[in-house]
Nanobody, 118 residues
Framework: QVHLVESGGGLVQAGESLRLSCAISGNIYMINAMGWYRQAPGKQRELVAH???????DYADFAKGRFTISRDNAKTTVYLQMNSLKPEDTAVYYC????????????WGQGTQVTVSS
């Protein structure tokens, strides 16, 4: 089993910044991908940013230039620095990892609420 615990969400005003953290523990065999999704009320969950194999990063268009994903060398913590936040960034942010060698599975955190007021 793999456990993910997000932190760092909160209520901020438009234009401010937040840094989300996700601590990963458990039976880590091989992390093939790790990163962040978000889900706003009434909308589908969408990719924010993630690391793919080979340390390649991929960002959603709305995140480019404002959000930065990073992680520690041990791949046990992944961060999301969010700058210039907008009201439309309001959502629950979820951390995930894809873990496994022969068979790989996605594991998710419980989510952290980010609310941006105008």
């Amino acid at each position: 089993q793999v456990h993910l615990v997000e932190s760092g969400g909160g209520l901020v005003q438009a234009g401010e910044s937040l840094r989300l953290s996700c601590a990963i523990s458990g039976n880590i065999y091989m992390i093939n991908a790790m990163g962040w999704y978000r889900q706003a009320p009434g909308k589908q969950r969408e990719l924010v940013a993630h690391f793919l194999s080979g340390d390649i990063t991929d960002y959603a268009d709305f995140a480019k230039g404002r959000f930065t994903i990073s992680r520690d060398n041990a791949k046990t913590t992944v961060y999301l620095q969010m700058n210039s936040l907008k009201p439309e960034d309001t959502a629950v942010y979820y951390c995930y990892v894809n873990n496994g060698i022969v068979r790989a599975y996605d594991y998710w955190g419980q989510g952290t609420q980010v609310t941006v007021s105008s």
